[in-house]
């Protein structure tokens, strides 16, 4: 079980890591996906992410921030997002 600092912690260190910014965070359940952003960059997260495991909470993390570069599930959006996963922020 993560902690919402402790994920917002997360994001923070990947936004950095990615290069981009967002203005919010907001904890919201959703149904049919784990996340979503807007292009006022907001980002949006459903609570029960809060219960997976870390790789699953970074790969959902990455995605978003990434769409505040690409806004589509492109070819170049799909090695972005393996590149940092590599990676990582540790
Ligand atoms: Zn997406």
Redesign the pocket.
């Given at each position: 079980m993560t902690t919402k600092e402790e994920f917002i912690e997360r994001v923070e260190k990947w936004s950095t890591k990615i290069g981009v910014n967002y203005k919010e965070i907001h904890f919201r359940h959703m149904k049919r996906k784990w996340a979503s952003c807007s292009t006022r960059g907001r980002l949006t997260f459903d609570p029960e992410i809060l219960e997976k495991d870390r790789n699953f909470q970074d790969k959902s993390i990455v995605?978003?921030l990434l769409?505040f570069r690409y806004p589509n599930?492109g070819k170049m959006f799909k090695q972005m997002i393996n590149l940092f996963l590599n990676e990582g922020i540790e």
């Open positions: 995605h978003e769409h599930h």
